[in-house]
Structures are given as structure tokens and as C-alpha cells.
């Protein structure tokens, strides 16, 4: 079973807002898309950019790192700009919502 750690309130972070979180020493960007939660590795796959200082898009649930505008899907990872987009991707993480707790599991 997954080990789930709380991260946020859910009013920590409004719609179409990303937030840097740490997770057993790992930096992860939790985005917030109409009240749906994601959660992804910091860092972009291209030069290491902050994914959780991106531009949140919550009609394509997309982030696209502030470094070189690359745009990764929320909910897989996989980047939609790069020309190997199925080879570029971050890994993701399974968010849990309970109450206002959010919750991240790195497994």
C-alpha cells in the first residue's frame, strides 16, 4: 500500500496555481486545476527548469516550464512540445484529497 504524505490545505493553492512541496526530500510541483490536484517531479526534463513556478493551463491541464516554454500533461508527464514527446516526460505522482488535506504518494 502507498504511503501518502500531506503536502497542502487545498486553500493553499487556487486554481490554476502550482507550488513547489517537498516529499521525502524531493522537490514536487502540485498543481491545482479547478479543484483537481496534480503532482510531478520539479524539474523539466529539457534543463532541469522549475515546473512548479510554470504557466498552469487548466483547459489543456498542461504546465509549460518558465525556462524554455516546454508544456508537459498534468496528469502523465508526457511533454507535448518536444519533438521525442514520448521519451520527454516527468515523472507523476498519485494526489490524494482527504477533507482539505492534500496528500502525495511517491510509490
Keep these: 500500500m502507498a504511503d501518502f504524505v500531506k503536502v497542502a490545505n487545498k486553500s493553499d493553492l487556487a486554481s490554476g496555481q502550482g507550488k513547489v512541496v517537498e516529499v521525502e526530500g524531493r522537490a514536487i510541483a502540485l498543481f491545482n486545476c479547478r479543484g483537481e490536484f496534480f503532482a510531478m517531479d520539479n524539474v ?6 522549475p515546473l512548479g513556478d510554470g504557466y498552469v493551463d487548466c483547459n489543456n491541464r498542461t504546465v509549460q ?14 511533454s507535448l512540445t518536444n ?25
Design 44 to 49: 523539466c526534463a529539457h534543463r532541469g527548469g
Design 83 to 107: 519533438s521525442l514527446a514520448p521519451l520527454a516526460r516527468v515523472e507523476t505522482f498519485e494526489v490524494v484529497v482527504e477533507g482539505e488535506d492534500i496528500t502525495v504518494s511517491l510509490e
Design 65 to 78: 516550464c518558465p525556462w524554455h516554454q516546454l508544456i508537459y500533461e498534468l496528469p502523465t508527464g508526457v
